[in-house]
């Protein structure tokens, strides 16, 4: 669906059947890409609901420079950013740490191999710097061009095309070690 009629839009649109569509089309990549950058269910509901939120308050502030999937996901990584710059939500996590190790979470998908690959992948994903992850993660899995990515995160082109080259790279390795110590095939 393209959304390029908020280039022009007007008062006369209805705000809350604008954000209904801009919801059912982007909801899941922004509560995806705001887990991604903070590691916590919670936070990326709390996050996506403020995503929301800012986007029906300044709907009509989008100036079409950049798609409707970028100018969500830009909101996105600056509400999660201030998220985790909080103090309140480092008391929270660290309390929250403490809880975590006392419950099991057991999950029917892990019982096939792909699934097991493919956390393990997300796993070693997850676990890079932000701004390695949240290049890789905007090209691999929300297909945004360099040019986007770079207008996005307010960096050059050469910037991004440097991150997405070590985070692949850092990826690769951290496979191939794991690999080597549990004696499965090389990642290449």
Do not use: C
């Amino acid at each position: 669906m393209q959304f390029d009629y908020l280039k022009h839009v007007t008062d006369g649109l209805d705000r809350h059947a604008v954000l209904d569509e801009l919801m059912q089309a982007y909801g899941k990549d922004v509560w995806n890409f705001a887990f991604f950058l903070t590691h916590r269910r919670e936070l990326a509901d709390d996050i996506t609901q403020d995503v929301f939120v800012k986007v029906f308050e300044h709907l009509y502030q989008f100036r079409g420079q950049s798609s409707v999937k970028t100018w969500l996901l830009a909101i996105t990584r600056n509400t999660a950013r201030d998220v985790l710059r909080s103090a309140w939500i480092r008391r929270v996590t660290l309390f929250g740490a403490a809880r975590e190790h006392t419950q099991a979470y057991p999950s029917a998908e892990r019982e096939t191999f792909d699934k097991l690959m493919t956390e393990e992948v997300w796993a070693v994903v997850l676990k890079l710097p932000t701004k390695l992850r949240e290049v890789l993660l905007l090209n691999s899995h929300y297909g945004l061009s360099m040019k986007e990515m770079a207008d996005m995160l307010q960096v050059s082109g050469g910037t991004v095309r440097s991150r997405l080259h070590r985070a692949r790279a850092a990826v690769n390795r951290k496979l191939t070690e794991e690999s080597l110590m549990t004696g499965e095939e090389k990642w290449t």
